[in-house]
Each structure stands twice: as C-alpha cells, then as structure tokens.
C-alpha cells in the first residue's frame, strides 16, 4: 500500500516522491515508537502473561531504536541528506537505479527535517498517540457491544498482540492467525 502511495502521489506532480518517502518513512517510525509506548504502559500498570514479556521487551527495544531514528533525523537530516547525495556523486557507479533511489532517500531525508519545526514534531505526536488510543477505543467499544466487562488495557492488550503478531507475513488476510491471536489474548482476561 505504501509503494502505491508514493507512486500514485509522484505521478500526480501534486508531492514529490521525496515527499511522500519521508511521510511514510516517518508514520512508520512514529508507528512503532507509539506500539512500543503502548507496551510499556501495559508493563507498568498490568501483569502480562509469561508469553508476552519477551515480545514487549522486544518491542521496547524496538521502539527506542525508532525514537532514535527520528531523533537522528530530525537532528542531522540536512547534514545526513548531504552525505548520501555527495557519495552518489562521487559514486563510479553508473547504475541510474541505484542513483535514482540513493537521490530520493537523500531528499527524503532532508525532507524529514520538518520535523525540527516543535508544531510540526508536536503534531505528529499527538496524532499517533491519538491514532493509538482511538485503535484501542474500538476494541473496547465491542468489548462493550459484546457485554464483555473487560477495562481499556484489555483493549490495548489486545491491540498490541494483533498488531506485532500480524506483522511478519502469514496467511492471506491473516485469516486464522487473527483470531487465534485474539482467543489467546482474551483468554489472559478469563474470556472463553
């Protein structure tokens, strides 16, 4: 679906590919340092079953390399930006993909350097922290339609477990390894 964007968004001439690259590059990140917020949340205020805590220790650590990630960005993009397009050109490779995507990276990069505006670092903050806790309400809303008296962690539980347990390549629509993975995580609040 990225590739799609980028590609649908670049051959508009409304965002340049540089543009978009960053823009995905920068959810993505923004995506799993939010996961890895979630976990810790659950670390703290709730006892996760013995299945879950390797998993949530990874993706801490996980989410901590994605925070540094946009803190090198944001801090030396433009002078990361630089280096990648001066190795391009004092490349001998004449390999016009490889430069192709070494040049967008490079502008992605440097496009990413928006971020140092604090409204625009703001901004994106709290919108994936929003988009975390509105992913969250769902569950809990049918928890709620389904007469399953289970608090809001449950609800972020199990928004974690679908969403690391989900994201190495299974089967088409997930279809089996979704609901497994939902019977396992309920069944750590008693539901059959």
């Known amino acids: 679906g990225e590739l799609l964007r980028v590609y ?10 540089s543009g978009v690259l960053a823009t995905v590059v920068v959810e993505r990140l923004a995506d ?42 944001v801090l030396a993009g433009g002078r990361l930006s630089a280096f990648i397009q ?7 490779s004449r390999n016009r993909t490889i430069q192709r995507l070494a040049h967008h990276g490079a502008l992605a990069v440097g496009e990413a350097t928006n971020l140092r505006d604090w409204r625009t670092l703001s901004a994106v903050a709290a919108l994936s922290v929003l988009s975390l806790v509105l ?3 769902t569950n809990y809303l049918l928890f709620r339609a389904f007469d399953m008296p289970l608090p809001f962690v449950a609800a972020l539980f199990l928004l974690l477990v679908l969403a690391v347990g989900t ?15 939902t019977v396992l995580a309920l069944g750590a609040y008693g539901v059959d």
């Open 8 to 17: 649908v968004a670049s051959r508009a001439g409304s965002v340049p590919v």
């Open 32 to 73: 799993v340092a939010m996961l890895a917020l979630g976990a810790s949340v659950l670390a703290v205020y709730v006892a996760l079953p013995d299945w879950v805590v390797g998993p949530t220790r990874a993706l801490a650590v996980t989410g901590l390399i994605a925070v540094g990630a946009i803190a090198v960005i």
């Open 86 to 92: 001066a190795r391009v050109a004092a490349s001998a």
């Open 135 to 137: 992913s969250a309400s």
């Open 167 to 181: 994201a190495p390549v299974s089967t088409p629509g997930n279809l089996g390894v979704f609901q497994y993975l």
